[in-house]
């Protein structure tokens, strides 16, 4: 009965979280983009709860009633003024979340994110302490298990919850009810229910897709009904670009030469060849794109897109109606996996406007896109151009010069040619187009092209190890230093009162700690390479979360059954994956055959991840206070989630460097630790009186 109910804690935490960052982001627009930080407030308020819960395990009680104050700030977002808090940072580009409006101050913006953060340590605090008396009440592979297999089952719960696009209350009552299991009061039971109605409340006619919050509504500078909005931000709109629409006498003078430039803007790519077979459109949304093609006369649209729900509002409320074309063939997939998975090729290949207003996983700072936009990328979209054919790419450029460079010198590595670039100040965007043979378009200086000069030596480039398109260059992060600075400030107050003054106060464990961190950063790398391998789909990332507490559990279990007593080889081990895993690129298995390249990129994330739990799994076994180790190592894991920011400037495959020189300072300390073990004992023969002295 206690593992059980120490089970139904950790899924109903694992649901929290989840839900809780699915939420925030959708709610409050600038944590759609610090996803990751709200992760690192679970970790901590797990690791915080897991320290004092046994001291304090009526902690419990106060979960839901937190939640509910939470939920309430979140349900009336727009009425608090938070839905568009804005994130002063210059070095990253967050579609306009970066700058601040007039009369905003940086410090009271700062005061509220750090606000909802510590609001949502608390929660996890008092939820985690509901797991300290239950972990320690069983032997602790025992206890474990129950926690891993409670995670795993929280993992597929929410899982099944995405597939069939659920909205917020049905998250949240998943999260909930076991809550209310564990907190069986009057006031829980009302606070479960204040914050079901909350979420109910947020919904708003809104649409959910595993990825985005989808709000339709009016497009103010034009004569359009529909225009989508993605995490309450301004995503796309459906335009009627027919002929018979454009120039018809109902259509305002100046909104007549908007449509005008508007369909030039997505008929030229698909103008570029003078051959009309087939043509795949990345990105391609609600349809305007698709509509281009089919109105050139393309036989045969291959749309892509990430989100079904984005494509199905195309298929009901666009009026041009493209995907009802039986010429039209959707497929809803990551772009970069569906050049990997297909060998078609293409008279055009182009690029919508691809834009990510989310993350696409909150263990990493990559955005949904960012694999799309680098030269490997277009180096694979250039090999799916025909002969005779086109690669386009529409971007928006608001930002700035640099961002407009940036792509400018992605796809000069990538085709080895310079591309013709044509500018369209209606919305904000340019075109870069290159071909293979001679090009349909008129000659150079024509309507809307412009003269781009790229000091390709000095631009920093997209790849696949460093994917980071949006960070602007020679720009220090100030904003997310602060930010993570006031993140280690509470982490560091938090401690000192959970574990106490001293470092190896209360239980505090150094060595799991340091195991916590370095392992948060091979989650980090399994996610992004898989991601990368497969596509950055919700699919592939719940499978990655759920193998990865698989290999933990199938690591436990070893443990428990083999009882393994020298580490040394399961350390070494570890080393040698990791180096493979630091020397091996992803980019290079993608050559390979699918099944080949699941096989082989499943095995090198995963043998890393179960060397690891083996050494973790003995480690928590020979604790003398589990449980307080178990947090150290989830505060680690917080710690971790810092460091992940590192590959900003340094790349993705860094990470493994400082993953093996943490677990190179964690294997130099339990070795320590277990020569003195050894000792005590033959020191206690030889002096038992000056021992019992000292």
């Known amino acids: 009965m206690r593992a059980f109910r120490l089970g139904l804690a950790t899924f109903a935490i694992l649901a929290l979280e989840l839900a809780i960052i699915r939420w925030m982001a959708q709610q409050i627009r600038i944590f759609a983009y610090l996803s990751n930080v709200l992760l690192m407030a679970s970790f901590l308020g797990m690791g915080f709860g897991l320290a004092v819960g046994r001291r304090h395990p009526r902690l419990i009680h106060a979960a839901l009633p937190s939640l509910a104050i939470l939920s309430a700030i979140l349900a009336y977002s727009q009425e608090l003024h938070l839905v568009r808090i804005s994130f002063p940072d210059p070095a990253l580009w967050l579609w306009g979340a970066e700058i601040l409006r007039a009369g905003e101050v940086y410090a009271f913006n700062l005061m509220k994110a750090v606000g909802l953060f510590v609001l949502v340590v608390w929660i996890f605090v ?282 400018f010198a992605v796809l000069t590595q990538a085709t080895g040619q310079n591309p013709r670039v044509f500018w369209f100040p209606e919305s904000a965007a340019k075109t870069f187009v290159v071909s293979k043979g001679k090009s349909l378009l008129p000659p150079y200086k024509t309507l809307f092209e412009v003269t781009q000069t790229t000091d390709l030596v000095a631009t920093r480039a997209p790849t696949d190890d460093w994917p980071y398109l949006y960070i602007r260059p020679h720009t220090f992060p100030t904003g997310y230093a602060i930010m993570l600075t006031s993140v280690l400030f509470i982490a560091a107050f938090g401690a000192r009162i959970a574990f106490g003054s001293e470092v190896y106060g209360r239980g505090f464990d150094p060595i799991l700690f340091i195991m916590g961190a370095a392992f948060l950063l091979i989650e980090t790398r399994g996610v992004t390479d898989l991601s990368l391998l497969f596509g950055s789909t919700w699919i592939v990332n719940s499978a990655v979360f759920a193998g990865i507490l698989v290999m933990a559990l199938v690591a436990n279990l070893a443990v428990e059954r083999l009882r393994p007593r020298n580490l040394t080889p399961y350390y070494a081990a570890l080393f040698v994956a990791l180096t493979i895993s630091y020397f091996v690129r992803p980019s290079v298995l993608l050559q390979l055959p699918l099944v080949t390249r699941g096989f082989v990129g499943g095995l090198l994330n995963a043998v890393p991840v179960g060397f690891a739990g083996v050494v973790f799994s003995k480690l928590l076994s020979r604790s003398p206070d589990p449980t307080s180790s178990l947090g150290s190592n989830l505060l680690g894991a917080m710690v971790g989630g810092c460091l992940e920011y590192a590959s900003m400037a340094t790349g993705l495959r860094f990470l493994s460097a400082i993953a093996i020189a943490l677990y190179l300072i964690a294997f130099v300390l339990s070795s320590r630790k277990e020569l003195l073990r050894e000792a005590a004992p033959e020191a206690s023969r030889e002096s038992p009186q000056t021992l019992q002295t000292t």
């Not at 459906?238 to 018979?244: Q, S, V």
């Not at 497929?331 to 990510?356: I, K, P, T």
């Open 126 to 407: 008092c939820a985690g302490a509901a797991v300290a008396p239950l972990f320690a009440s069983l032997k602790p592979l025992r206890a474990y298990n129950a926690d891993l297999i409670g995670s795993l089952c929280g993992v597929i719960a929410m899982t099944i919850a995405s597939a069939l696009g659920t909205p917020p209350p049905v998250w949240l009552a998943i999260a909930c009810l076991p809550l209310v299991v564990l907190s069986p009061r009057v006031l829980s039971v009302i606070s479960a229910i204040v914050v079901i109605a909350l979420g109910y409340r947020s919904i708003q006619n809104a649409v959910f897709s595993p990825y985005n919050r989808l709000d339709v509504g009016t497009w103010p500078t034009l004569d359009h009904p529909l225009a989508l909005a993605a995490n309450r931000d301004a995503h796309q709109v459906m335009l009627d670009l027919r002929t018979e629409h454009v120039t018809s006498p109902t259509v305002k003078p100046n909104e007549k030469r908007t449509f005008l430039v508007l369909r030039y803007m997505y008929d030229m790519p698909f103008r570029v060849s003078d051959q009309k077979r087939a043509a795949l459109i990345v990105g391609a949304g609600t349809g305007n794109d698709v509509a281009a093609a089919l109105r050139i006369g393309y036989a045969r649209v291959v749309s892509v897109d990430i989100d079904p729900r984005i494509i199905d509002f195309g298929k009901r409320l666009h009026p041009e109606h493209p995907y009802s074309d039986p010429r039209a063939v959707p497929a809803v997939n990551d772009g970069r996996a569906y050049f990997e998975q297909n060998q078609d090729q293409f008279d055009v290949v182009c690029f919508g406007l691809v834009d990510s207003h989310a993350m696409f996983s909150s263990m990493s700072t990559l955005r949904l896109d960012n694999y799309i936009y680098t030269v490997e990328a277009m180096r694979s979209a250039w090999r799916h151009v025909a002969p005779g054919g086109a690669l386009s790419v529409s971007f928006n450029v608001s930002a700035g010069d640099w961002i407009s460079d940036r792509i």
